[in-house]
């Protein structure tokens, strides 16, 4: 059968026997697929690199009746340098969970893959707060998957102004007046950032900074949203905190 040729990256990775490896692959064609690299772990194996984690390339993927198998492997771009750090790396891979978890097995969506690759290449850079980097991911994410917050007025009243809480189940801000349960409350310039990504173009999402004290607002906000609209809970996130002493 002829390979079918796809850009994608390695989300998750599984030794399998005594060289092969189990690739979980989130392709801008085919969505997430899973395909078994035989020989991958061998020292001369030519697609060794490409079948690391957080590899991105071109992959021939040849249909099989539980998954594909790889027929060679190209990697254009690698993220692997974020395993140089332990809470990189344990973002990085709740990133992955988080992106599988809201798209799902074999639904290609190249909005949400694209928000992937850029977060991977910022947490690669260094040069942004992860916690940031984190907060704006799961946001932009839950409007990918069709489940965007509001930010831009009460979910009670409809009043645009005072808004100084958030509830995860509303979905979206509340103004002063209006309490919830499980409102988190929020400083102004959380409510700002909040509304920013909202607004923002994917491009220009990340760029904003915020002081220490609102960032773990907005972080704790982001999370407690996202979990609030997936059906499971990704694991990684608690190695995470943990390895972040949260
Ligand atoms: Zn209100």
Redesign the pocket.
């Known amino acids: 059968m002829e390979p079918i040729q796809v850009d994608a990256l390695v989300i998750r990775q599984k030794n399998y026997g005594e060289a092969d490896r189990i690739l979980t692959l989130f392709s801008k064609q085919l969505g997430i697929v899973s395909a078994m690299a035989k020989g991958a772990r061998k020292f001369k194996s030519h697609q060794a690199g490409a079948t690391q984690l957080f590899c991105y390339g071109r992959f021939n993927l040849v249909p099989g009746k539980n998954m594909y198998t790889l027929r060679g492997a190209v990697c254009e771009e690698s993220f692997f340098s974020v395993s140089a750090s332990i809470e990189n790396l344990a973002l990085a891979q709740y990133l992955c969970d988080l992106a599988y978890l809201t798209t799902g097995p074999e639904n290609p969506d190249e909005g949400v893959l694209s928000l992937l690759l850029n977060t991977l290449y910022l947490l690669s850079k260094g040069e942004k707060d992860s916690a940031l980097l984190k907060a704006v991911y799961e946001l932009k994410l839950c409007q990918q998957a069709g489940f965007a917050p509001r930010t831009d007025c009460?979910m009670?009243?409809g009043?645009m102004e005072n808004l100084n809480a958030f509830s995860p189940a509303m979905g979206g801000t509340?103004?002063s007046?209006?309490g919830a349960a499980d409102a988190i409350k929020l400083a102004a310039p959380t409510v700002k950032a909040l509304q920013y990504i909202a607004e923002a173009p994917l491009s220009a999402s990340f760029g904003f900074t915020l002081k220490q004290d609102f960032l773990c607002e907005l972080s704790k906000t982001c999370e407690k949203f996202i979990l609030f609209n997936v059906d499971n809970y990704p694991n990684s996130l608690d190695y995470y905190k943990k390895i972040n002493n949260f």
Do not use: P, Y
Request: one cysteine or more; charged letters at 10%.
């Open positions: 009460c009670r009243c009043a509340l103004c007046a209006c």
